[in-house]
């Protein structure tokens, strides 16, 4: 766990509340992410474009894969520094927010990205992760350990 994580995680703890492990973004997730995304928008945006008559539908794949490099790279060191914490009661989101582990009802795979179901039927997502299974089994863990006594 980096530094600035372990700051920022016992700044947030409760007392007697231990954390379990860190995950975060994974940088060639992101990068795969975004050219798969620009691959489908170009593929898309030049088949409308096409569609429509457009005597330059070439236009489409370098405004899909400008508009996605662009947008990458704007958010890249955003979305990298997201990092979510589980502990033995809870799970802390990056942006402060906190989920019971006992409100947790699951926990399952989107694409490169977890996506963890509270009881009142809120959703937390997490981004970019390189390995999803990993994250998955330590929250249900979690979760059970603590419903469990």
């Known amino acids: ?13 409760r007392d007697g509340e231990t954390l379990i492990e860190s995950f975060s973004a994974n940088k060639s997730t992101y990068i795969r992410e975004h050219i798969m995304l620009a691959a489908i928008g170009s593929v898309a945006l030049t088949g409308f ?15 899909s894969i400008a508009g996605i ?8 060191n955003e979305q990298m520094g997201m990092i979510w914490h589980l502990t ?11 989920l019971p582990l006992s409100k947790i009802t699951k926990a ?5 990205g977890v996506q963890v179901v509270a009881d009142n039927g809120d959703k937390y997502f997490m981004k970019y992760m390189g390995e999803t299974d990993h994250p998955i089994e330590a929250i249900i863990a979690a979760r059970d350990a603590k419903t469990s006594y």
Request: charged share 20%; glycine share 6%; aromatic share 12%.
């Open 1 to 13: 766990m980096s530094e600035i994580s372990e700051h920022i995680h016992h700044a947030a703890l």
């Open 108 to 112: 399952r795979r989107i694409l490169s």
């Open 49 to 63: 474009l096409m569609y429509y008559d457009n005597p330059d539908p070439w236009v489409g794949v370098v405004a």
């Open 88 to 98: 033995d009661q809870r799970l802390l989101a990056p942006d402060g927010r906190s």
């Open 69 to 76: 490099a662009v947008r990458g790279f704007y958010v890249f």
